[in-house]
């Protein structure tokens, strides 16, 4: 007697079947080597195997540490002072080949970078992170979105947004004091040049929101950040980034 397959998810069949046709008329290539991508991805299996990967951490910031453990530890720096944010998902060391992905995007506006950054980070997120209400992307000043023409943080929330199915607030949140770059500042100067450098706009609804940045460093800019939101009401804030320096 033989028995009918069905499948669970049709709607998901569909998907896979655009997938292939998509790939078959535009094949992904790799943006590091040029060789062919995978998984509709502009990454080979080869770039993706040697990407720096960020195992070791912090719980709560994912600062990289020394020794190596199995079970969720905070680092000295954590403890010593409580960050305002709850937890930081950072699934790659901002080296080698993240980093010229993060760099060329957010100074070379090479927006395919914001893609494949977005898909990875949402793989990782799939995995290991509680889903929030909403997700917010850091918030550019004014004249600096109007110097650069974008935000390398709403480009990869987006797509986060898109492939977690959370949404994105865009207009909540805003950069109202424009502070210099942080590039050379020390940890110290960090904390002293983003002070008060955010402002809501009004109230979220939203109790568990998700912050996302291309690069964490500090963590100056999303502790300010979260700092204002939970002030505002929101009990946890998570940080999501593609990568850790």
Not at 17 to 38: S, V
Not at 159 to 185: G, N
Not at 207 to 218: F, L, Q, Y
Request: net charge positive; hydrophobic share 40%; with cysteine.
């Amino acid at each position: 007697m033989s028995t009918l397959s069905v499948n669970p998810n049709p709607m998901k069949t569909g998907y896979n079947w655009i997938k292939i046709i998509q790939d078959f008329l535009f094949p992904p290539t790799c943006l590091m080597c040029g060789n062919q991508g995978f998984d509709s991805r502009d990454l080979c299996h080869s770039c993706y195997k040697h990407l720096p990967r960020n195992t070791q951490c912090c719980f709560q910031c994912a600062d990289l540490l020394e020794f190596p453990t199995t079970n969720p530890v905070l680092c000295g720096r954590c403890l010593g002072k409580k960050p305002a944010f709850d937890r930081t998902y950072a699934p790659f060391i901002h080296q080698g080949a993240i980093r010229h992905l993060i760099t060329t995007l957010k100074f070379n506006a090479q927006y395919q970078n914001a893609r494949l950054l977005g898909l990875m980070l949402a793989e990782h997120l799939r995995q290991v992170a509680e889903m929030p209400d909403c997700i917010v992307a850091v918030p550019l000043h004014k004249s600096r979105y109007r110097q650069r023409g974008f935000n390398q943080a709403i480009e990869i929330a987006a797509i986060l947004s898109k492939q977690l199915l959370v949404p994105l607030d865009l207009t909540s949140c805003e950069r109202y004091r424009d502070t210099p770059h942080q590039t050379r500042l020390s940890a110290k100067k960090r904390r002293k040049n983003i002070k008060n450098a955010f402002k809501l706009n009004h109230p979220l609804a939203a109790k568990h929101i998700a912050i996302v940045d291309d690069v964490m460093t500090t963590g100056s800019t999303v502790h300010e950040l979260a700092a204002l939101l939970k002030k505002s009401g929101v009990r946890k804030v998570d940080v999501w980034v593609c990568a850790r320096a």
